[in-house]
């Protein structure tokens, strides 16, 4: 953060050259720069830079008021708060005032009555950028005073009257003044209170109560909803959508690689002293196709989402498993495995709604789903010219065991000993990869090969064998 300006009074910042600039102004000043720079608009929001991006950039360049509209998981409160580094970093306002009154033009009653007593002696404060965002959650019990402003019983008490402006207490807009103003879910707020926004959008101004007193707001509001709410149950009212310049859709990652990039952004990560974690590629994009089938499977709900958090939650769920095993056995390095996949049972099921006919039908659904993100990562990892081999190796009535419970030794005597499954694992792993690292590729060609119907598996508890067909 830069230090704030010098000027400290009114007549200081006169004679410094400052020129007040309306917020959008500022937005689109900012929005230009990164275009030109090649710079993005929104940090830390992949996978929007051909879709919702540009609908952005046009609508802040245009100074539209903006509503996203996308299911839970979208990144839509992520990109609502990153437009705060698009304001200018500090701007000055009068000293105490409670609603970011410009030095040149107050509008409040205490910044006036300020500037006309001492003139260019009026104390000047900075406000930094991170100070102009306010955010509301939109709930049924929202009410104008949380929003707009109400009467201060205690103002009164002090012995001023009911017709003094003083006696306002501020809501939320306008203590956004000069800044932005995030409403999230704006359907759940009730619909007299959405009345309460629409001269906020158009007229730019607020009333409160019976006060003859009119603020002129320099206000950009963003919303951000479900498409559910907007256009189903239709609980925006009319004249407030009509006053929204652009509405935005979003959406869930289009390919896997991007959702990987997002789960190794977002998911937090598990440091445990003298264990080191490995998650191959191939794991975590088992994790993103578990959630990219998840959206296109008919027993989902797709009305509810299937939101990304569910990508993050099940990579963080895969790693304890693994670190936990570790521990278990008194092992330095660690990797998840294909039969650690059972633990995101947990992690998923809360973040789904599996439309089952019967009591239990989920955990079914979410294992079905899990089978064919295994089956996808090993057709695409797992070299085929070798397959057949390794297949062979189990004509002599041969069996291998697998468990989550396994130490890593077994698994690579497995591979030493099976040798055409030693030569995929050194192929796909590499001469230098860890020992856990190896048997998790172990444990996929296993089971890619019993979910391809070329092994026989059968199951016993948290172990599994798996045997020729």
Request: with cysteine.
């Amino acid at each position: 953060m830069a230090p704030a300006p010098p000027p400290t009074t009114l007549g200081d910042l006169r004679a410094s050259g400052w020129q007040p600039v309306p917020v959008r102004e500022e937005i689109r000043r900012s929005v230009l720069s990164c275009i030109i720079e090649g710079r993005p608009v929104v940090d830390g929001v992949l996978g929007f830079e051909d879709t919702v991006v540009p609908q952005l950039e046009h609508a802040l360049l245009a100074g539209h008021d903006v509503i996203l509209l996308g299911e839970r998981g979208q990144a839509k409160s992520r990109i609502i708060r990153s437009l705060v580094a698009l304001l200018d970093e500090w701007v000055p306002k009068i000293a105490g005032s409670e609603i970011n009154d410009d030095p040149f033009h107050p509008v409040s009653r205490y910044a006036r009555d300020l500037v006309a007593d001492v003139g260019d002696e009026t104390p000047i404060s900075w406000v930094h950028r991170s100070d102009r965002y306010g955010e509301k959650l939109a709930t049924p019990d929202t009410s104008i005073a949380d929003l707009i402003g109400e009467v201060d019983p205690i103002k009164v008490a002090e012995g001023r009257y009911l017709s003094d402006e003083l006696t306002i207490h501020y809501g939320l807009v306008p203590r956004c003044n000069r800044g932005i103003f995030a409403v999230n879910e704006l359907p759940d707020l009730a619909e007299r209170i959405q009345v309460g926004l629409l001269n906020v959008l158009e007229e730019r101004d607020v009333q409160i109560r019976g006060y003859r007193v009119r603020l002129p707001l320099d206000v950009l509001l963003i919303a951000s909803a479900n498409p559910d709410d907007y256009t189903s149950r239709g609980r925006i009212i009319t004249p407030l959508k009509d006053r929204f310049g652009a509405q935005i859709r979003t959406h869930y990652p289009l390919e896997v690689e991007t959702e990987m990039a997002i789960v190794a952004q977002e998911a937090r990560p598990i440091c445990i002293e003298g264990i080191a974690v490995e998650v191959p590629e191939f794991m975590a994009e088992i994790i993103a196709r578990l959630s990219q089938l998840a959206r296109e499977s008919p027993r989902v709900n797709q009305r509810s989402g299937v939101s990304v958090r569910l990508s993050v939650a099940n990579q963080e769920t895969l790693v304890a498993a693994a670190l936990r095993r570790a521990l278990r056995g008194g092992e330095r390095e660690a990797a998840p495995r294909v039969t650690d996949l059972g633990a995101l049972l947990a992690s998923t099921l809360g973040k789904v709604e599996v439309e089952g006919l019967e009591e239990g039908d989920d955990a079914g659904v979410v294992t079905q789903l899990m089978h064919a993100a295994v089956l996808q990562a090993f057709r695409a990892h797992v070299p085929s010219l070798r397959l057949p081999e390794v297949v062979a190796a189990f004509s002599d009535e041969r069996s291998v065991e697998v468990g989550p419970d396994l130490p890593v030794a077994s698994y690579v005597e497995l591979a030493r000993d099976l040798g055409p499954l030693g030569e995929v694992v050194a192929e796909m792993s590499g001469a230098d990869a860890k020992p856990a690292v190896q048997a998790s590729v172990v444990e996929l060609v296993l089971e890619g090969l019993h979910l391809s119907r070329r092994l026989n598996k059968d199951e016993s508890g948290s172990r599994s064998v798996y045997r020729a067909r």
